[in-house]
T-cell receptor, first 112, second 112 residues
């Protein structure tokens, strides 16, 4: 069974700083990749997804992620974070056999 | 409004008792899921269902049972065989298994 690793447990940034959250997975076959976000007091919601095609995908609120197949990575980026980006971020991977995994999550705190 | 309803929000159980968590969706989604969320461990899949009258075990199915008699409903029973049931339980649904998931607000289960 595959695993999904999110390397950073808690990231603290100041507003306007750039963000990159790491996500690595172990499965070598075809995957569908997702980033979900959970804002304080809200339910988990989709940030962006990758199924195929252009490995650079754009999501809501200025977030983007790049799928690098050779590195088994799907890192999340944002050029300039805002206080409202404070949330917990989860990477998720679904294999072609429907096996699915979430990472442990990264808590992002943005200081105003 | 379309969405996923989990009830109750908080649930208390005595040791040795079975308890059933409710999950209802009005999104007309075929696939439904149950996750357990523990601090620092992300979401772990308990069971999922691709279609009515079908369900598959996830990574941590032991001590849990589910049914899928209706498309809208996917109740989870936490049995007395579950050794450590205190956790936050999330229900989700998607159009199909590899598609983005929509999440409910969760049920927090505690052992008295």
């Amino acid at each position: 069974a595959q695993s999904v690793s999110q390397h950073n447990h808690h990231v603290i940034l100041s507003e306007a700083a750039s963000l990159e959250l790491g996500c690595n997975y172990s499965y070598g076959g075809t995957v569908n990749l997702f980033w979900y976000v959970q804002y304080p007091g809200q339910h988990l919601q989709l940030l962006l997804k990758y199924f195929s095609g252009d490995p650079l995908v754009k999501g809501i609120k200025g977030f983007e992620a790049e799928f690098i197949k050779s590195k088994f990575s799907f890192n999340l980026r944002k050029p300039s974070v805002q206080w409202s980006d404070t949330a917990e971020y989860f990477c998720a991977v679904i294999e072609d056999n429907n096996d699915m995994r979430f990472g442990a999550g990264t808590r992002l705190t943005v200081k105003p | 409004d379309g969405g996923i309803t989990q009830s109750p929000k908080y649930l208390f159980r005595k040791e040795g008792q079975n308890v059933t968590l409710s999950c209802e969706q009005n999104l007309n989604h075929d696939a439904m899921y149950w996750y357990r969320q523990d601090p620092g461990q992300g979401l772990r899949l308990i069971y999922y269902s691709q279609i009515v009258n079908d369900f598959q075990k996830g990574d941590i199915a032991e001590g849990y049972s589910v049914s899928r008699e209706k498309k809208e409903s996917f109740p989870l029973t936490v049995t007395s065989a579950q050794k450590n049931p205190t956790a936050f339980y999330l229900c989700a649904s998607s159009m199909a298994v590899k598609q983005p998931q929509h999440f409910g607000d969760g049920t927090r289960l505690s052992i008295l």
